[in-house]
């Protein structure tokens, strides 16, 4: 399934319900988040309004339904990483793999290079073997995006009592 009415727009507090709904199924069902509980509805709203305060926070439509969300925040603390940002996009689970990501991902990056922002890193979750708990697909998404691995990390990660393993890609723009 493929769309071509795919509307981007910024996220909003009031979306919270709607992308806690997206991002939920992967905290409880997956290690793409090590997050290991849900948060509350209140706590979702809170990270919207603290990340578009600062970074774009994007939400992507069909049908007049959000089926996916991408937004970056600061990499690090300190002044020198100001051109450096974390990436992060999450997408219906019935939705993947349906040309949502591409176009979700370009806007964001658009946005923040508009901004000044340079360096654009993505930390994705790595197991050896796929399973029921985790995939390649989003190292996949990344490579295709662009990004190239520069960091691994092992078994900085434990959820459904097993260790996996953190990659980081970034992707340099002008």
Same mark, same amino acid.
């Given at each position: ?5 795919? @509307? ?24 793409? =988040? ?20 600062? $970074? ?5 439509? @069909? ?42 991902? =370009? ?17 994705? +979750? ?8 985790? +995939?390649?697909?989003?190292?996949? $998404? ?5 990004? @190239? ?26």
């Amino acid at each position: 399934m493929h769309y071509n009415d795919i @509307t981007i727009r910024n996220a909003t507090p009031d979306d919270a319900e709607a992308l806690l709904g997206i991002y939920a199924p992967y905290v409880e069902q997956t290690a793409i =988040t090590f997050e290991i509980e849900r948060p509350t509805l209140a706590d979702f709203r809170r990270r919207i309004e603290t990340i578009s305060a600062e $970074f774009p926070y994007l939400v992507a439509e @069909t049908g007049g339904h959000i089926v996916g969300y991408s937004y970056a925040h600061r990499f690090r603390e300190r002044a020198a990483y100001n051109h450096c940002v974390e990436m992060t996009i999450y997408l219906d689970r019935e939705h993947r793999h349906s040309g949502i990501g591409k176009p979700l991902y =370009t806007a964001l990056e658009q946005r923040l290079t508009a901004m000044g922002k340079r360096n654009l890193c993505a930390s994705i +979750t790595w197991t050896d073997e796929e399973n029921e708990y985790l +995939t390649h697909d989003s190292i996949h $998404f990344h490579k295709k995006m662009g990004y @190239t691995k520069v960091a691994h990390f092992h078994e900085c990660g434990r959820k459904f009592n097993r260790w996996f393993d953190m990659i980081w890609m970034e992707k340099i723009v002008e």
